[in-house]
């Protein structure tokens, strides 16, 4: 062989190698509502997830390639919700960390199961959200079944005798939650004085307020969002209502003090453990507060979930969605949560829910 024949061969096998097509980036979604009356819960899944996905891709990526994100709204409308799940089956994406409202997770999530795509919430709380047997869903928070139970053993315990009325706003998170919490009280022999359903998005609470001062209500328990739940607060301060409010996860968020200001003063409510004050975590919440960012509420949720996908593809050599599934439900992650794994519905294996209380335009553990 000659030295130029040689050489032709080599520069032929170079280009070769060159025409070979790069690994392609895994591509995973957040969905949740980046619009609407609940975009800041949105706003922390985006970052959660961005940071997630760029801390993993920092590492080397899973199965050695980048995780591409892309986002995805749903403005806690089921029908959009709907319409977004198409998008992200017809994207081809690994994950979904997604949705926040039940409402919207529990009908994207059949669209999920038809498209082989794994579903992991970092919000929806529903009962009906796993127990449906879907084998591609998972949630990495509590369910309302466990929350509604917490709050009316802790009223029974700290407000003996009051006179407690509840109030639900109709979605599936906010009913669900409410009749949890109104069944456990009543099997306790504690009869409401009232229970009223409201209509979301309205601006004057007034004739609901009237209903409770006729009752005397001391404790209203309220199933709902944070605007709903800090305009209920502020009419009942500004009609002379001296009433507590206790409601559920979705009141943890610093917008629920912009609504109430300090007539919010003294609310309680229920959510998992703060991520944010382990140790563990320290250096990682410090990045977010350097991009001027709280990471409150879900937003390290959204980075929990994206952690225990990534791990279970890593344990199963793949991004198939049925053998991550089974890798999800029979191995533990070391998450921001904690070390967590999930059940065979894909409820989330973690520490239960605790108090909360507001105090001076902040949230912390309740005593």
């Known amino acids: ?26 591509t995973i979604a957040v969905v949740g509502p980046m619009t609407g009356s609940e975009a800041q819960f949105g706003e922390q899944f985006r970052r959660g997830g ?16 980048k995780l591409q994100l892309v986002i995805g709204d749903d403005a806690c409308d089921p029908k959009q919700a709907v319409s ?8 081809e994406v690994a994950l979904v960390a997604g949705h926040y409202c039940s409402g919207s997770s529990i009908p994207a999530s ?20 796993t127990d449906r047997g879907l084998p591609n869903v998972f949630r990495v928070c509590g369910r309302d079944d466990a929350q509604g139970p917490t709050a009316a053993k802790y009223v029974l315990s700290h407000f003996r005798g009051k006179r407690i009325a509840i109030v639900q706003d109709k979605s599936a998170y906010g ?23 409201i209509t979301a998005g309205e601006k004057d609470y007034t004739p609901l307020v009237s209903k409770l ?16 739940g800090g305009l209920i607060v502020r009419q009942m301060h500004e009609q002379g209502l001296n009433a507590t409010l206790i409601g559920g996860d979705a009141l943890v968020t610093e917008e ?10 003294g609310t309680l409510m229920t959510f998992g453990p703060d991520p944010r004050l382990d140790p563990a975590n320290a250096a990682l919440v410090q990045r977010f507060r350097a991009q001027n960012y709280e990471p409150e509420a879900y937003t390290l949720y959204t980075y929990a979930a994206i952690q225990a996908w990534a791990q279970a593809a890593q344990k199963s050599g793949t991004i198939d969605a049925v053998k991550v599934e089974a890798a999800l439900r029979n191995n533990t992650f070391d998450t921001v949560l904690g070390k967590i794994g999930f059940d065979i519905k894909g409820d989330v294996t973690a520490p239960g829910y605790v108090f909360y209380v507001w105090r001076n335009g902040k949230y912390g553990y309740a005593k």
């Open 1 to 26: 062989m000659t030295r130029t024949t040689s050489l032709f061969l080599a520069a032929l096998a170079a280009a070769s190698l060159c025409s070979l097509p790069a690994k392609a980036d895994i």
């Open 213 to 228: 001062k006729e009752v005397k209500a001391d404790i209203v328990y309220f199933g709902g969002y944070k605007t709903e």
């Open 50 to 65: 961005t940071m997630a996905v760029d801390d993993i891709n920092a590492k080397g990526g899973v199965l050695g390639q």
């Open 175 to 197: 009913k669900g939650l409410a009749d949890e919490f109104q069944k456990t009280l009543n099997a306790q022999g504690v009869k409401e004085v009232l229970y009223e359903a």
């Open 84 to 91: 977004v799940a198409n998008d992200m089956v017809s994207k």
């Open 256 to 265: 629920f003090w912009a609504i109430t200001g300090p007539a919010g003063e």
């Open 110 to 129: 059949d669209v999920y199961a038809e498209g082989n795509v794994i579903q992991i919430s970092p919000a929806s709380t529903n009962p009906k959200f």
